[in-house]
């Protein structure tokens, strides 16, 4: 092994990182994981990403990349099973990684967890092996019961107790704590009094080569799509999403003639929050203006991104939000609100607008600002896309690999 080279275990236990993007529990993390693991792969680094059985066609091991690995292991039963419910299936989840790791004399160099569940598997294991601990939270519990008061959420929707504790007692247990912005870092020294040293901040990143600038006329004519102007939404149904504020705002822009939202993200378990925002476009007369597209392929996506005229992003709360980059990077300007990465990513007036909030009189007056903008063709995309250049995978991975190499430094007395 050469001296350089990190051997890496990934805990992600409740969401596997192929899973399908954009139904309730698959969304940016999932891309994360599996960019960064594939990444670190390229750069020479061994990385095991561990991941529950929720299917029982999942094979045990599944090759990411040169050097990056998916393992499913057993914990209850082999379905999809709710995120919380799996926090009893966590000792089950961490044996079933011990035994696979002695059956395969596999030794790790540090444990990367992501969200509080795989953090929480991570503190019993950094017991065992004796390494680091690196974690990615995601979301905050906490910050996530502040926003969910806002919309009104039902009670019982509400992220519980046990969260909010196993994430305060998390953040002093690991050795380190990735935040993807300035505004998380600081989220984890209000809520949890998480010390800031303990912190860095390293963002998310988009795959350049995936994400790209394709002719828009081509790209409408490959979806089918004709001479519309085209607003994009992309993401998890999820009220935090804000969705009903983006519909409602189309209500504002009545007059521009051919206007249509394209809703990108589903499936089964989401098909109520769906039925709502149908009647809601409904009862605002506007539901053929809006299409709800279902679930669509990561891979398939720059086709959407390249059609569209601008893609919305209402959110009241991004850990980081990865659409906007993926969006940018395909030359499509961005309304977002002030939330996650929104700030740091998108140019004012040159590549879209960051508001205060998703009030939808704010959102359309922004969308409408965008549609009207003169220079739309490839040239002015390509310079929208330069300015995410820096969020490569390969940059994000080497910025994660010098965090690593910091935290086994600052803990020499930690062998594997
Ligand atoms: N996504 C997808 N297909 C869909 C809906 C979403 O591939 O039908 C992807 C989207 O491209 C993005 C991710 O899911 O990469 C959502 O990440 P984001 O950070 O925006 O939101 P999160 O899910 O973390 O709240």
């Known amino acids: 092994m050469p001296a350089s080279q990190l051997r890496v275990a990934m805990l992600s236990a409740h969401s596997c990182p192929v899973g399908k993007l954009g139904t309730k529990d698959t969304g940016g993390m999932s891309v994360y994981i599996r960019e960064i693991a594939c990444e670190l792969g390229k750069q020479g680094h061994l990385v095991d990403v561990y991941t529950r059985v929720h299917d029982p066609k999942d094979r045990q091991i599944y090759e990411l990349n040169q050097n990056a690995r998916l393992i499913h292991l057993k914990a209850g039963e082999d379905e999809e099973i709710r995120k919380l419910a799996l926090y009893s299936h966590l000792p089950d989840f961490v044996g079933s990684l011990e035994d696979f790791r002695k059956q395969n004399a596999l030794r790790y160099d540090l444990i990367f967890s992501h969200y509080w ?22 979301t905050l519990g906490a910050v996530k019961n502040t926003i969910n008061e806002k919309v009104s959420l039902p009670p019982g929707d509400a992220e519980p107790e046990l969260r909010i504790e196993t994430e305060r007692s998390l953040v002093h247990k690991c050795h380190h704590i990735v935040a993807p912005t300035e505004r998380e870092k600081e989220a984890f020294i209000r809520h949890y009094r998480a010390s800031s040293e303990k912190i860095s901040v390293v963002p998310c990143g988009v795959n350049l080569e995936q994400f790209k600038v394709l002719d828009k006329a081509q790209a409408r004519r490959y979806l089918g799509l004709d001479n519309d102007m085209i607003i994009l939404f992309v993401g998890r149904i999820d009220r935090l999403k804000g969705i009903d504020k983006l519909i409602e705002a189309l209500s504002y822009l009545r ?51 390249n059609a569209a005229d601008a893609c919305v992003i209402p959110s ?10 993926e969006s940018l990077a395909c030359g499509t300007p961005v309304v977002a609100t002030d939330v996650g990465n929104h700030k740091s990513v998108v140019r004012p007036g040159k590549t879209g607008y960051v508001i205060r909030d998703n009030a939808p009189h704010r959102l359309a007056q922004k969308i409408a600002l965008l549609l009207s903008r003169p220079d739309t063709d490839t040239r002015s995309a390509q310079l929208i896309r330069a300015t995410v250049s820096e969020f490569s995978w390969s940059n994000i991975a080497e910025a994660i690999t010098r965090d690593c190499r910091l935290v086994l430094a600052n803990h020499p007395n930690l062998v594997s």
């Not at 569940?117 to 390494?131: D, I, N, R």
């Not at 709502?276 to 506007?286: D, G, K, P, S, T």
């Open 117 to 138: 569940l795989s953090a929480l598997a991570g503190t019993y294991l950094q017991e065992w092996w004796h390494v680091p601990h690196i974690t990615m939270f995601h």
């Open 255 to 305: 007059h521009i003639p051919r206007l249509r939202l394209l809703v990108i993200g589903g499936g089964e378990r989401s098909q109520h929050e769906i039925e709502q925002l149908q009647e809601l476009a409904f009862n605002l007369r506007i539901q053929d203006s809006v299409a709800f597209l279902g679930l669509v392929k990561h891979e398939q996506l720059p086709y959407f991104y």
């Open 316 to 325: 009241y709360y991004e850990s980081f939000g990865l659409v906007a980059l």
